[in-house]
Nanobody
Framework: QVQLVESGGGLVQPGGSLRLSCAAS????????MGWYRQAPGAQRELVAT???????NYADSVKGRFTISRDNAKNTVYLQMNSLKPEDTAVYYC?????????????WGQGTQVTVSS
């Protein structure tokens, strides 16, 4: 089993910054892609950003130029630096990992961390 533990959410004013972290633990052979998704009230979960084990990144158009995803492969940890935050960034942010473990390759989700952008 793989556990993903997120941290770093909270309340921030418009224009502010937050940094989310997500650490993976368990019987992991390797982690392939990791990413962040978000879900606002009444909306579907949407992709925010992903990063491969080699460091290739992909961003939603709505966050390009404001958010930066990175990872520390040695620590099985992914980060999301969020700058110039807007009220529309308010959502629960979920960490995702595509991991190879005993028995195969599976997709895992964290429990989510709330990000609220409000004055």
């Amino acid at each position: 089993q793989v556990q993903l533990v997120e941290s770093g959410g909270g309340l921030v004013q418009p224009g502010g910054s937050l940094r989310l972290s997500c650490a993976a633990s368990g019987s992991i052979f390797s982690i392939n892609a990791m990413g962040w998704y978000r879900q606002a009230p009444g909306a579907q979960r949407e992709l925010v950003a992903t990063i491969t084990s080699g460091g290739s990144t992909n961003y939603a158009d709505s966050v390009k130029g404001r958010f930066t995803i990175s990872r520390d492969n040695a620590k099985n940890t992914v980060y999301l630096q969020m700058n110039s935050l807007k009220p529309e960034d308010t959502a629960v942010y979920y960490c995702n990992a595509d991991a190879s473990v005993v028995g195969g390759r599976w997709n895992y989700w964290g429990q989510g961390t709330q990000v609220t952008v409000s004055s």
